[in-house]
Nanobody, 121 residues
Framework: QVQLVESGGGLVQAGESLRLSCAASGSIFSINVMGWYRQAPGKQRELVAAITSDGITNYADSLKGRFTISRDNAKNTVYLQMNSLKPEDTAVYYC???????????????WGQGTQVTVSS
């Protein structure tokens, strides 16, 4: 089985920074895209950023310049550095990964349990 475990969320003041981590573990053969999504109360889940195994990144336009995604392929871990946080960044942040489990020939979509980020004004 494959698991994604996020960490690093919390309560911060506007203008501060947070770094989220998400580690994939289990019976993993390969991981393609890893990414972060967020869902604020009453809103749909939205893409924050994604990164391929080759390091190609994609960001939500509104977050470019403040958020940076990176990954450590050796550790099956993806990170999200969030700077200059704003109250509107308050949401549950979810890790997502396209994983090819061992002894399979296709990729499956996995999600973490989510980590709360709250930014006070």
């Amino acid at each position: 089985q494959v698991q994604l475990v996020e960490s690093g969320g919390g309560l911060v003041q506007a203008g501060e920074s947070l770094r989220l981590s998400c580690a994939a573990s289990g019976s993993i053969f390969s991981i393609n895209v890893m990414g972060w999504y967020r869902q604020a109360p009453g809103k749909q889940r939205e893409l924050v950023a994604a990164i391929t195994s080759d390091g190609i990144t994609n960001y939500a336009d509104s977050l470019k310049g403040r958020f940076t995604i990176s990954r450590d392929n050796a550790k099956n871990t993806v990170y999200l550095q969030m700077n200059s946080l704003k109250p509107e960044d308050t949401a549950v942040y979810y890790c997502n990964a396209a994983v090819q489990p061992m002894y399979t020939s296709r990729f499956y979509d996995y999600w973490g349990q989510g980590t709360q980020v709250t930014v006070s004004s």
